[in-house]
Structure formats: structure tokens, C-alpha cells
């Protein structure tokens, strides 16, 4: 829990289930985050190797992240925390 046990934590890791997204379409697909807690919460995953970052050389700068294999290890996690919200939502 140590490690995606926050509110952003597991927004940003289920919607890098699909595959590396750049950062500023990542944050777009997080409603309510801020551009200070997204940053923290990237480089947070990033540390814990939940997340890798890509930057490439071009102006302005592309930034990519995709889920490590250690990421993808919590994508049934992931997809059963979707699956009961969707659910719980209904009642």
C-alpha cells in the first residue's frame, strides 16, 4: 500500500495500462490534479520503478511514461479496483 497508497497513485498507473502516454495527455486524463501533486506523483512511481520516463530531444521537450514490468505486475490489482468502483457506483 506503501507504494500506490495515495489518491493519484493508482490514476496515473491505470491509465499507463493502455501504454506510454506523454506527460501533459497523462495529466489531461486525471481530473483535479494539479501540476505540483502530478509532478510528486510521477517521480514518486519513477523512484519506486512502478514508472519509467522517456525525455526526448526535441523542442519543446516530449516527455513519455510508460509502466515499468514491476508496474504491470498491479495491472489485475489495477483493473479490480476499476471494476468494484464501477460497480459500487450503482448503488
Do not use: A, C
Request: hydrophobic share 35%; aromatic share 8%; proline share 4%.
Amino acid at each position: 500500500m506503501y507504494l500506490i497508497g495515495t489518491k493519484w497513485k493508482p490514476l496515473v498507473l491505470f491509465h499507463l495500462l493502455e501504454g506510454s502516454l506523454r506527460s501533459g495527455i497523462l495529466q489531461k486524463h486525471i481530473e483535479g490534479i494539479s501540476n505540483k501533486m502530478f509532478t510528486q506523483t510521477v517521480r514518486e512511481l519513477e523512484k519506486d520503478g512502478l514508472i519509467s520516463r522517456e525525455i526526448f530531444p526535441v523542442v519543446p521537450p516530449k516527455v513519455e511514461y510508460k509502466l515499468t514490468n514491476r508496474g504491470k505486475s498491479l495491472e489485475n490489482i489495477l483493473r479490480s479496483l476499476d471494476k468494484w468502483g464501477l460497480e459500487d457506483s450503482y448503488r
